[in-house]
């Protein structure tokens, strides 16, 4: 793997501090989008333990459309999550199929931390942004249009300017105190959270495609396998007195023995141990403090519940990625950028709320919560995703959405997907016959796409989708689509298209995916962002697309 550990530029347009998980995330897509980026890490190497170990498919989503070669690179390392089994009480409850959201990415995947971080490094150097290794961000002082950022190598201090500075180095951020935002994170006294990679051996199966939880009166135990033939383990108990130091091996393999009555138990070549005692969990105030950002730990010290941790540090990174990107190409006014922490901010307080939640309902539940447990286990299990059960909404986090805000506006009456919701996937079919996915016509680049549905209408819904879109297709950085899902389809699959431009903008809907996806039957304007959010809905009228787009394109001619 090439890093670049000694040579320091004198500007750069993006800075980022720590190559994790989220701010290698964002330097690949900065640099991919052709942005002058760089990236720090005070480590010489990528993280060599598992530590955060999952991807949940509306992760999965954005790496695909967001990120080229990430997946290629991250996907042969992990396992497909296919069931998670779950025990409570010495009774086995159910095992919850894990692998059928609706998502071009149907399972949660699992890996490591060290496996994320290896690919993404491998990615930024393919990218020509290598880090720059052992190197700590020491301070910075903003100026008008710049940061000056003074960074140490190996006890060399060096200085540069940066037109944005983005810390995504750890709940004990530098650059959140150079950005002036204070943080006070809250402490769970009596909680206590012991943690252990190793090879596990038992008499049940060894899966790499399975999770097992086991409930107990004060705490529950998970068992998740990670790449590389070992196991992730985990213990969250509430106690009167929390262990003070990493677990021992006897310690882990005894209570597994205790919860599961297998006395073969047995846990050896121990890779990675440690505890987490009175855990701190909390969101900064803020993620941006004029051109200093926030992303990650940084911005919000994550329990371990859910496993939301780094896939929203993964979200944040491209959610911000896409305005700076918008920003530094002259695609939009840099007011741009404030919307991340408005959108980023509300994200990060609910999580931090349903972790809480989800937290005190496995390791302190009430006597009637305890007795559901007991005796309708089973049935809340099968009526729930897989880790909806450990007390947090939309394992998958497909359903995050940003009702509000000035990227966001809905001036449709009937039902559907509102503004602000993810757009989903649909199959649909180009002028020549071949199937294409809405996906791959949505991300790509900064660009927004608009969907011009004519609502499985008559031939006159259908002229007026196809004559908007002609009308729009000169706009700049917006793609736009007629989606014809009504009887007009019929006649122009009988006629000549007019061009190769025109037919790669028409997209048949006869069987009527995309617009059962979307909840329309009236012809409608949806207008997509380039993270795969709908921004817009909307009657099929020019004039209210161009004002809708001039608002949050600011600057840009339309």
């Known amino acids: 793997m090439q890093q670049r550990t000694h040579t320091f530029p004198k500007y750069t347009d993006v800075l980022v501090v720590g190559a994790g998980p989220t701010g290698s995330t964002l330097g690949a ?3 991919g989008q052709g942005v002058d980026v760089t990236v720090i890490d005070k480590k010489e190497q990528p993280e060599v333990y598992s530590k955060a170990g999952n991807l949940w498919p509306r992760t999965l989503e954005m790496y695909g459309g967001m990120v080229p070669g990430a997946l290629e690179r991250i996907l042969p390392k992990s396992f497909a999550l296919k069931t998670l089994s779950i025990y409570a009480y010495g009774t086995h409850m159910v095992d919850i199929p894990s692998d059928q959201y609706h ?3 149907p399972a949660a995947v699992l890996n490591g931390q060290d496996v994320m971080e290896g690919c993404l490094w491998e990615l930024l150097a393919d990218v020509n942004c290598p880090v720059l290794t052992e190197t700590t961000f020491v301070d910075g002082k903003e100026h008008t249009d710049y940061v000056e950022v003074e960074v140490d190598h190996r006890g060399s201090r060096h200085t540069l300017q940066a037109r944005y500075v983005v810390g995504c180095d750890s709940g004990n951020s530098r650059v959140r105190k150079a950005a002036g935002l204070g943080f006070e994170p809250q402490t769970l006294t009596g909680i206590h959270f012991l943690l252990m990679d190793a090879t596990l051996h038992w008499n049940r199966t060894t899966d790499n495609n399975r999770m097992w939880m086991f409930f107990y009166d004060n705490g529950y135990y998970g068992i998740a396998p990670c790449w590389g033939g070992h196991h992730h383990l985990w213990s969250f108990e509430m106690v009167e007195q929390p262990l003070q130091r990493d677990p021992t091996v006897p310690e882990m393999a005894d209570r597994l023995k205790n919860l599961t009555g297998d006395p073969s138990v047995k846990l050896e070549n121990v890779i990675w141990s440690s505890h987490i005692t009175e855990p701190r969990t909390g969101v900064a105030p803020h993620l941006q403090a004029g051109r200093f950002f926030l992303a990650g730990d940084a911005a919000h010290i994550a329990l371990p519940v859910g496993g939301q941790g780094m896939n929203s540090g ?5 959610a911000l990625g896409w305005r700076l990107a918008a920003v530094l190409k002259a695609q939009a006014a840099e007011s741009l950028l404030n919307t991340y922490d408005t959108e ?3 994200v990060r307080q609910e999580l931090k709320k349903d972790q809480l939640s989800g937290l005190y309902n496995l390791v302190d539940p009430g006597i009637l919560q305890k007795m559901g447990m007991k005796f309708l286990g089973p049935f809340l299990a099968k009526t ?5 059960f450990q007390g947090k909404r939309d394992a998958a986090m497909l359903k995050l959405s940003y009702p509000e805000g000035t990227l966001v506006s809905d001036e449709l009456l009937h039902s559907g997907l509102k503004a602000g919701s993810r757009a989903p996937d649909a199959t ?10 809405l996906h791959t016509l949505i991300y790509g680049s900064t660009h927004w796409t608009a969907l011009l549905f004519d609502g499985k209408g008559n031939d006159e819904a259908g002229e007026q989708a196809l004559h908007l879109q002609q009308a729009l297709q000169n706009l700049p950085y917006v793609r736009s689509y007629a989606v014809i899902g009504g009887s007009y389809g019929q006649q122009l699959s009988s006629k000549p298209i007019a061009s190769d431009e025109q037919a790669t903008r028409l997209l048949y809907d006869l069987d009527h995916f995309a617009h059962k996806a979307f909840d329309l039957s009236s012809p409608a304007t949806v207008l997509v962002r380039p993270d795969g959010y709908i921004g817009y809905r909307g009657p099929l009228e020019e004039a209210k697309i161009r004002l809708f787009l001039g608002k949050v394109m600011p600057g840009v001619s339309l």
């Open 428 to 437: 649909l079919a180009l002028p020549d016959g071949e199937g294409v996915q």
């Open 103 to 105: 998502s071009p990415y």
């Open 344 to 346: 980023r901010l509300q």
């Open 29 to 31: 897509y900065l640099a």
């Open 314 to 318: 993964i979200q944040d990174a491209l």
């Open 384 to 388: 729930t995703g897989a880790v909806e």
